[in-house]
């Protein structure tokens, strides 16, 4: 089983849709969570990091299941613009020695 | 699959000294490999693009002389930070595709570089 697995998609969803896609990681000693958004053939951005409470940034939505090992990315009200893929990243240890794990990313395709 | 890997995770050097950095792609050959640098605030920014066996192309501000980078097979991409100074040090990522036209990037975990 892979650390860090998400669905590749492609999620074709039409515009003013709401979406949502799972990031399960194995390690339950897992410190982070973060979301980054690429488009293609660029760097990845962040997006927004996940906290234990669940946070909120605009359209966006992001929350984390410890129990079932899973962080979930809801965007709402989709745009044209969100197309891209969305990488999950998992850091393991300690601000001093510290590993990034990173999900292969889910594609999203925004429809008019 | 799809799993990369980097070496070292964590390296450690005095000031004017060179680093190399190991990028490999374990079950899969990659055509293209990039390198990204990461800022304190974890955004990402790419440094070069190489695809096997050709030179890399840099993107704009980073200096090839200073930042080598070689993809010399299917499956090994080196970056080698030459006369290292205190702001080299940084998180240094890579990432690797399959071929040059996918879209996919399967990312390594990263080698922290600290320069005394």
């Known amino acids: 089983r892979k650390e860090v697995e998400q669905d590749p998609g492609p999620f074709n969803v039409p515009e003013g849709a709401t979406v949502a896609f799972n990031c399960t990681y194995s390690n339950s000693a897992s410190q982070s969570f973060f979301w980054y958004r690429q488009d293609c053939r660029k760097e990845p951005k962040l997006l927004m990091s996940v906290y234990s409470s669940g946070n909120e940034d605009g359209r966006f939505t992001a929350q984390l299941n410890r129990a079932s090992q899973y962080i979930s990315l809801l965007i709402r009200d989709s745009k044209l613009s969100d197309s891209a893929t969305y990488l999950c990243?998992?850091?393991?240890?300690?601000?001093?020695?510290?590993?990034?794990?990173w999900g292969a990313g889910t594609k999203l395709i925004i429809k008019p | 699959g799809a799993v990369v890997s980097q070496h070292p995770s964590w390296v450690i050097c005095k000031s004017g000294t060179s680093v190399k950095i190991e990028c490999r792609s374990l079950d899969f050959q990659a055509t293209t490999m990039f390198w990204y640098r990461q800022f304190p605030k974890q955004s990402l920014m790419l440094m070069a693009t190489s695809n096997e066996g050709s030179k890399a192309t840099y993107e704009q501000g980073v200096e090839k002389d200073k930042f080598l980078i070689n993809h010399a097979s299917l499956t090994l991409s080196t970056l080698t930070v030459t006369s290292a100074h205190p702001e080299d040090s940084s998180f240094y990522i890579c990432s690797a595709s399959r071929t040059t036209g996918t879209d996919t990037q399967y990312f390594g975990p990263g080698t922290r570089l600290t320069v005394l």
């Open positions: 990243v998992v850091i393991l240890g300690t601000d001093s020695n510290y590993q990034l794990i």
